[in-house]
């Protein structure tokens, strides 16, 4: 058995990890799809598109999973514009935290685990989602896709998390779901978990060789060695 990973903070990726969150991606993917005339996707294969930010989302679900937002392309941008526009309106429709998210996060907070979301979802969008799922208060700091120049699986939104946190790189573990969150968690030297039923194209995670898988999100504790700290009294949901 592996031994758990010494921890003071961990770094949560959004969607797929922390919150199911594809149905709403899934419904504003095929609204700007319908209206541009095309035939809608379905929710499964959504799922497998999610992780790189919604101009990536929004080029797989024209043009196939391997493709790439084109540059200078005006309809495409228009196209975004409209994604967006739709998504922050109907963000958590049906998108909910995953069975013992929230418990668990208490559980970490409780042991004096400082906590931070770093996500590819523009961080307006991150922020809005987490407050209206209750999840805001668990979270010293959200660091989205937009919040630096650069994104996962770029080292940078790690490193500016951590240093928000106080924890030295040493003492940080990145929880995701997908090779994005792996290869981010690998470039800024970090241990990763991933969460087997997440999102990553239908690729068992165990294929990716992280530093640890949990199937369930009430496994984390055991998966994590906690370092002395002050435990912390709260309630971070609703």
Not at 43 to 56: E, F, I, K, P, S
């Amino acid at each position: 058995m592996n031994a758990p990973l010494p921890c003071r903070g961990v770094l949560f990726d959004l969607d797929g990890t922390l919150v199911d969150s594809a149905p709403d991606l899934w419904g504003a993917m095929n609204h700007v799809l319908a209206a541009r005339g095309r035939a809608p996707l379905p929710l499964d294969q959504v799922r497998h598109l999610v992780g790189n930010g919604a101009r990536t989302l929004l080029a797989r679900g024209f043009w196939g999973e391997g493709a790439e937002p084109p540059s200078g392309d005006d309809d495409f941008e228009a196209a975004v514009a409209e994604f967006l526009d739709y998504y922050r309106v109907h963000l958590v429709d049906h998108s909910r935290p995953y069975p013992g998210v929230p418990e668990t996060l208490e559980n970490l907070m409780g042991r004096g685990i400082a906590l931070a979301v770093v996500t590819n979802k523009p961080e307006r969008f991150a922020r809005s989602m987490l407050e209206q799922l209750g999840m805001a208060a668990c979270f010293v700091r959200v660091v989205g896709g937009d919040t630096l120049p650069t994104r996962k699986p770029d080292p940078a939104p790690l490193h500016h998390a951590l240093e928000s946190l106080g924890v030295p790189a040493g003492l940080g573990v990145m929880v995701g779901d997908s090779v994005v969150d792996l290869d981010a968690a690998r470039n800024a030297g970090i241990p990763v978990i991933l969460h087997a039923r997440g999102y990553n194209r239908g690729i068992d995670v165990r294929e990716l060789r992280p530093d640890r898988v949990m199937e369930r999100f009430d496994q984390l504790p055991d998966l994590l060695s906690f370092s002395a700290s002050a435990r912390m009294e709260t309630t971070c949901h609703n």
